[in-house]
């Protein structure tokens, strides 16, 4: 990411505004023994970014004064939702018990779509699935497939890194406050051997 000039900082208009005692009913909502809490969480927080992008394409006045361009949203929602698409990918298909099971259940969630970067990004997160299961079954909370996917991101793209480092702030800080409202918070604490990675 471009060291000139921060894009996520506090107030910035790149990031989504919720509510979050209703946002956290939601998850609680979602959570359940085969729906665990990176799931729910993923699950509830997917359709922030396109939302809240959809409405600063209705304020020019925003979109001209931090010199953004649709691209750049559509960017920046494809870097948001790279993550949570695939924790929630990895929580589904992480049960399937072989590699090509996994892939094959991957195959029936895809949404199909025109958008060649969605597809790219599909194909990235099939590419990755063995990975990234493991990454989920190794740590619950998600935040190995975070790094994973830092490391090797499907895009250096400015916006991208934006999107992505958007949606690790609301996915851990909601996991935060989750783990405080549930009064649980083992599944954030689930020690993992760093040596058999």
């Given at each position: ?80 939702n ?10 589904v ?21 025109q958008?060649?970067t ?14 990234t ?5 190794l ?40 783990a ?18």
């Amino acid at each position: 990411m471009s060291t000139q000039l921060r894009l996520v900082y506090q107030g910035s208009p790149l990031m989504p505004q919720f509510d979050l005692p209703q946002v956290i009913g939601s998850i609680k909502q979602d959570l359940s023994p085969t729906f665990e809490h990176a799931a729910a969480i993923a699950s509830t927080i997917s359709p922030l970014m396109i939302a809240h992008t959809q409405l600063l394409r209705l304020n020019p006045d925003v979109l001209s004064l931090h010199q953004l361009e649709a691209a750049n949203l559509v960017s920046l929602t494809h870097g948001f939702n790279y993550p949570i698409a695939t924790i929630l990918a990895s929580a589904v298909c992480r049960k399937a018990p072989s590699r090509a099971e996994r892939l094959e259940l991957y195959e029936q969630l895809v949404v199909t779509t025109q958008d060649f970067t969605k597809l790219r990004i599909q194909e990235h997160i099939s590419t990755n699935l063995y990975a990234t299961c493991n990454l989920l079954k190794l740590d619950p909370s998600g935040a190995l497939v975070f790094r994973y996917l830092q490391d090797y991101p499907f895009s250096q793209e400015e916006f991208f890194l934006t999107g992505l480092e958007i949606a690790a702030m609301i996915f851990f800080g909601l996991s935060l406050e989750l783990a405080k409202d549930l009064g649980d918070d083992s599944w954030l604490n689930t020690p993992y051997d760093p040596t058999i990675l």
